[in-house]
């Protein structure tokens, strides 16, 4: 049992180490420096560390270690631990018997240290004590920079193989090309790193856009969102949380000790031959940090007009809005809608040597080239409206603003549109009207928004049928399609089709996304409406009256296309309403 009773300054005097005035002195020094006595005792020169170290050893009943006793610790115990542990923690290891590792630190209160070498080693510890510059001596003496051991843990190993194994998905090993200071990593990390990149490369090569790595009492949960659905794959070890998530934070280049906030970063990996760039998130939770990894893939950033999903006539008025030479075009639509994919297709349509384009953006997820695309930092001030200030310097012909999110950067916007530039940005409404009026709630005046907004794109995105599975729905349910507005006339000679699921598809059914789209173009009648502050309902009658398709009348057609399902259609647009996908009795 510790001799926690007796004080550290205590065990010193009676030890003939200190006086009264000299511990007295070192507790001043210690409040006013947050310092412990021991340090304080040091610093002042009264005590050896040493000292402090056996007055240690004697106060928590623990074993003290002479490391300047030739055989203190045996050769072959120094493969016990990761080089990177030995210098991250100025820690040693002594023996492992019976599957538990002693090693020798020199601060028995530092719990954290001790819980995430238990962690990364995956067994349990017990301590001895040795003196903190003699535990630094010893380490720079016999481990150098270039030493390399592999790790004798084998049921970690073994933990990792295993889950390796059960990813089924065969992808080129991943290996990390920009973001972390310390990717030339020693070998006997490379369990971990196997665990991380065979993660990354399986969500690659699924297709996933997300990965997410939940950490619970008892697991640590993986899911790849694919196709805009979350899916779980095998669980993550326990036993190897700390270690996935602090190889991580590596390779977004985050702070590795800094567990308390949210961090951001990303990471840049090599998977065979393409360079992935990943944004990385990790926020604090209930049991450890949840991860998120969002997959950004140039590729997708500019799919081209003709790939965006929409109908004929709304990508004629689509293509003749984003040509006006002033006003605001605005997509809304929900988190991950696709709103950016659309703008950036906008842009690249637009992007020519004779006109100068500026985006404010947070984050800049994906680079185009001969635009001038600037990051916005609210830490240091540097916001989306100052950022459009400093724009309308620049002289632009095109403005985008990533979001539009209160009312100083709508005025902004709308001066910058009633000043001969094209803006386009989003908005987060559920269609297409609720636009207008969302503007006006935030402040901006009606006959700014009346007069400056030109359209407004509302979207959504749905799951695309596997071309190699699908099958006709031979009995479609009336409860699906009553949600969805059909009649039975729009039935007559048309084919709807159903998910089935093979190889290619992963068994879902879906292989891909496309929007659904709204199109609301401004005329005198909705501008009118707009001034007059006109409720809702009447800015939409107005709209559909103008010939505008609403989210569900496309979604309509993407099924009699045969693109998606009823369920999907519903699933997106009717979210409100709850359904089974059974059939009807």
């Avoid at 984003?322 to 991950?336: Q, S």
Wanted: glycine residues 6%; charged residues 25%; neutral net charge.
């Amino acid at each position: 049992m510790a001799r926690t009773k007796r004080k550290l300054g205590e065990i010193l005097q009676k030890w003939g180490v200190v006086n009264d005035a000299q511990i007295e002195e070192a507790l001043g020094l210690g409040q006013a420096s947050r310092q412990r006595i021991g340090e304080a005792l040091v610093e002042l020169g009264y005590a050896q560390e040493t000292d402090v170290a056996k007055a240690l050893a004697y106060q928590f009943d623990m074993e003290y270690i002479d490391l300047d006793r030739p055989g203190a610790i045996k050769k072959e115990s120094l493969g016990l631990l990761p080089d990177d542990i030995v210098k991250k923690y100025k820690v040693l290891p002594l023996e492992k018997v019976n599957g538990r590792l002693k090693i020798v630190i020199h601060d028995p209160m530092d719990f954290a240290t001790l819980d995430d070498i238990r962690f990364r080693m995956s067994c349990e510890i017990d301590t001895a004590i040795a003196a903190r510059d003699k535990i630094k001596q010893y380490i720079s003496n016999t481990l150098s920079d270039h030493t390399v051991r592999s790790m004798t843990i084998d049921t970690y190993n073994q933990s990792i193989d295993a889950y390796n194994q059960s990813i089924d998905i065969q992808v080129s090993s991943a290996e990390p090309v920009e973001g972390g200071a310390s990717d030339a990593m020693d070998a006997q990390q490379a369990p971990i790193i196997r665990l991380v990149n065979k993660i990354i490369s399986a969500a690659v090569g699924m297709r996933a856009s997300d990965i997410h790595i939940e950490p619970f009492i008892d697991r640590v949960r993986l899911r790849y969102r694919i196709d805009g659905v979350c899916h779980e794959r095998d669980r993550i070890p326990k036993r190897t949380q700390s270690a996935v998530v602090a190889r991580l934070k590596i390779m977004a280049g985050v702070k590795v000790e800094e567990k308390r906030i949210p961090q951001d970063g990303r990471i840049k990996i090599k998977i065979g031959q393409e360079s992935i760039d990943i944004r990385f998130s990790v926020c604090p939770s209930y049991y450890g940090e949840s991860c998120v990894m969002r997959i950004l893939r140039a590729e997708s950033a500019t799919l081209g007009l003709a790939n965006l999903g929409l109908q004929e006539d709304t990508s004629q008025q689509f293509e003749r809005m984003i040509r006006r030479p002033n006003g605001i075009f605005l997509v809304t639509g929900p988190t991950g809608s696709g709103k950016t994919t659309t703008l950036y297709t906008a842009l690249d349509v637009l992007n020519r040597p004779d006109r100068k384009i500026i985006t404010a953006e947070d984050p800049v997820e994906y680079n185009i080239k001969g635009i001038n695309q600037c990051q916005v930092h609210e830490q240091i001030g540097l916001s989306f409206s100052r950022i459009l200030r400093s724009m309308l310097r620049q002289a632009p012909n095109i403005i985008l603003v990533g979001e539009i999110r209160d009312k100083e950067v709508a005025d902004v916007a709308i001066q910058a549109a009633l000043t001969g530039h094209l803006v386009f940005s989003t908005l987060h409404t559920n269609d297409a009207p609720s636009a207008v009026t969302r503007l006006v709630d935030m402040g901006v005046k009606p006959f700014l928004v009346a007069s400056s907004i030109q359209a407004v794109l509302a979207q959504r995105l749905v799951r695309v049928l596997c071309d190699n599975c699908k099958q006709p729905d031979l009995s479609p349910s009336s409860r699906l399609l009553k949600l969805c507005g059909f009649k039975p006339q729009d039935l007559q000679g048309k084919t709807i089709y159903q998910a089935v699921g093979c190889d290619r598809c992963s068994g879902t059914g879906f292989f891909g996304r496309k929007g659904i789209y709204e199109m609301m173009a401004m005329n005198s009648d909705l501008r009118e409406l707009s001034f007059k502050q006109a409720p809702l309902n009447q800015v939409r009658a107005a709209a559909i009256a103008s010939g505008m398709r609403n989210l569900l009348g496309d979604g309509r057609l993407k099924i009699l296309e045969g693109v998606t399902t009823l369920q999907e259609i519903v699933r997106v647009c009717q979210a409100e309403m709850m359904f089974d996908d059974g059939r009807d009795e």
